[in-house]
């Protein structure tokens, strides 16, 4: 059984995190940055702070919240646009989506490192409204630099965030009676990516020709699956490797009906 407090679970992970969140400030503000970590309390982020909800899986399991403050949003945003660039939710490739893409990474990677370390961990990160709910505990995430003001984003946990003790990181080709089970595992199964889908009419398919754009019902900031068949395994965030497409999983579906 995992023996891992909820404490040093949320502790680790913001540590994990704060490497690749100095780095993503530090690639939006031009500068080398530091994050430092403390208990905190968020007042009032402002009426225009980007809120993201998280949904964790795994050995963490419940919700959480990032909030970027008003304040800290405007430094991001007007520091990253040269020229400036009006920022906007509604279009991608803004500074408000560049920031929530950026939230996504740091995440990611934070959440990699903590698997390697602890166990599994997914989760699923979207932009939300302030939440309802009191955090039980808030984290403050501080950005510094040696010319740039101080970025700070807030981490608050739901009281339902909690260790998964039922949690089995064992692999099941090492229980017994799993040999049957190894047979197949080195089966080449054949996967794909999907980026969106779009219906079109026969004629529309007819004039397709080189430079024809097909619109897709999926957003640039949203996370593209991985199929096995007509079925999703998971999603994730695409990267490349070594020159080659790659997916970065950021949830796991559940696969009991394969």
Not at 64 to 88: F, G, H, N
Not at 129 to 140: A, F, G, M
Request: charged share 20%.
């Amino acid at each position: 059984m995992n023996e891992l407090s909820l404490e040093n679970a949320i502790s680790n992970l913001m540590e994990s995190l704060a490497r690749p969140w100095a780095d993503a400030v530090g690639r939006l503000l031009g500068s080398s940055c530091q994050v430092t970590l403390e208990n905190g309390e968020i007042s009032d982020p402002g009426p225009n702070a980007l809120w993201m909800g998280i949904s964790f899986d795994g050995l963490l399991l419940g919700d959480a919240a990032l909030v970027i403050p008003t304040t800290e949003l405007q430094t991001l945003e007007e520091k990253s646009c040269d020229p400036p660039r009006q920022s906007s939710d509604s279009a991608s490739g803004t500074p408000a989506s560049e920031i929530q893409q950026h939230l996504r990474q740091s995440l990611v990677a934070a959440m990699s490192e903590f698997q390697s370390q602890h166990g599994p961990l997914v989760g699923r990160m979207e932009a939300c409204e302030p939440p309802s709910w009191v955090p039980q505990q808030t984290i403050v995430l501080e950005a510094t630099s040696a010319d740039r003001p101080a970025v700070r984003v807030y981490f608050l946990c739901h009281s339902n965030l909690r260790i998964n003790n039922l949690v089995d990181t064992r692999t099941p080709s090492t229980e017994a009676g799993s040999g049957n089970f190894k047979l197949v595992m080195n089966a080449a199964l054949e996967v794909t990516l999907r980026f969106g889908q779009q219906s079109i009419t026969l004629a529309k398919l007819a004039a397709l020709g080189p430079g024809s754009v097909i619109e897709l019902d999926r957003k640039v900031e949203e996370p593209i699956d991985l199929v096995l068949g007509d079925r999703v395994l998971a999603r994730g965030e695409v990267m490349v490797v070594d020159g080659n497409y790659g997916l970065r999983v950021t949830e796991l579906l559940d696969r009991s009906q394969l």
